[in-house]
């Protein structure tokens, strides 16, 4: 099983990326799949996730309103739209991927954890 994220880069404050995540050896229309991110210096956090049917998402209280989390099943992939970044927000993106949407929420570790791609937001 591999998890591909990718998008990552530099960007000014207040400016827009957005991460993919792409699946390989796993379909991911079975699964929900979520971002984590860690800054440095700092544990991981979580910070948003999707249904298996796109139908609800989870997000951090701390970029509720400024990401959106999205999925194209066909394509087997995830997004993360991220826009109005903060500086707060600099720090190596994960995807993974759990069973359920309430694994998330109830702080379960997820089963897959693809590698990271560095968000830095600097002027």
């Known amino acids: 099983v591999q998890l591909q994220a990718s998008g990552g880069g530099l960007v000014q404050p207040g400016g827009s990326l957005r991460l993919s995540c792409a699946a390989s050896?796993?379909?991911?229309?079975?699964?929900?799949v979520g971002w984590f991110r860690q800054a440095p210096g700092k544990e991981r956090e979580f910070v948003a996730a999707?249904?298996?049917?796109?139908?609800?998402?989870y997000y951090a209280n701390s970029v509720k309103g400024r990401f959106t989390i999205s999925r194209h099943n066909t394509k087997n992939t995830v997004y993360l739209q991220m826009n109005n970044l903060k500086p707060e927000d600099t720090a190596v993106y994960y995807c993974?991927?759990?069973?359920?949407?309430?694994?998330?929420?109830?702080?379960?570790?997820?089963?897959?954890w693809g590698q990271g791609t560095l968000v830095t937001v600097s002027s």
């Open positions: 050896g796993l379909t991911l229309d079975y699964y929900a």
């Open positions: 999707i249904s298996w049917s796109g139908a609800n998402t």
């Open positions: 993974v991927v759990a069973d359920t949407l309430s694994d998330y929420s109830d702080h379960e570790d997820p089963d897959y």
